[in-house]
């Protein structure tokens, strides 16, 4: 079984500053890693992943994660928010083998002050 | 192409009554997911169907609660005598093939309201 602590329910930033978004798991296998996003009354859409090689993804709109198996963490992070990037984020895992659903975390929202 | 769609949008019912929601998901994808996501909390799965059949139903809370896909395309979540800890927005996604690797489509969700 799998778990996901997001350890900020509320993150508010000044545009143009950096942010960084905390994502925890717990899982007794190997997991494969997901953030998505909603935006405000929108669906959820994935915004990266992490199957396996570089633990260092990327996003198209400059949103980047990294794996850390030690740390069991899974932090995203953007050096320069928009207004545009307010929404709510999840944070995600499934296992590698086994269940194919994903466990989701509590969300953070991510408000951007002019 | 189109999107997974969700009909409909928004349910109000009274406590005691039997509701069906329809998820359609992206054509071609064989993988479909229901999940249930109260308010200020992250989504958590009830279901899951590759093809017609329900690959892991170990989300399903309890017995009044039940899903089909008889032709492998549109799902149908159902839930019979419904109570107000029902309440909640009911995601539906889908994915191209079976696989924890594979991207979740979501829907934009059914609103459900048990007065």
């Known amino acids: 079984a799998q778990s996901v602590t997001q350890l900020d329910s509320q993150v508010p930033v000044f545009e143009e500053a950096p942010v960084e978004l905390r994502c925890n798991y717990s899982s007794s296998v190997s997991v494969y890693l997901f953030w998505y996003v909603q935006y405000p009354n929108q669906g959820l859409q994935l915004l990266l992943k992490?199957?396996?090689?570089?633990?260092l993804v990327e996003s198209i709109n400059g949103f980047e994660a990294e794996f850390n198996k030690s740390q069991t963490s899974f932090h995203l992070r953007k050096p320069s928010v928009h207004i545009s990037d307010t929404a709510e984020y999840f944070c995600a895992v499934s296992g590698v083998q086994g269940a194919q659903k994903l466990v989701f975390g509590q969300g953070t929202r991510l408000t951007i002050n002019p | 192409g189109a999107g997974v769609s969700q009909t409909p949008s928004n349910k109000v019912t009274e406590k005691g009554k039997y509701v069906e929601l329809r998820c359609d998901p992206i054509s071609g994808h064989t993988a479909l997911y229901w999940y249930r996501q109260s308010l200020g909390q992250g989504p958590e799965f009830l279901i899951y169907f590759q093809g017609t059949g329900a690959a892991d139903d170990s989300g399903l809370p309890n017995d009044r609660f039940f899903a089909v896909r008889p032709e492998g395309s549109v799902s149908t979540l159902k839930i019979q005598r419904t109570e107000r800890g029902d309440s909640a927005m009911y995601l539906c996604a889908s994915s191209p093939s079976a696989g924890s690797r594979e991207t979740q489509y979501f829907g934009p969700g059914t609103r459900l309201l048990v007065l």
């Open positions: 992490y199957l396996s090689g570089s633990t």
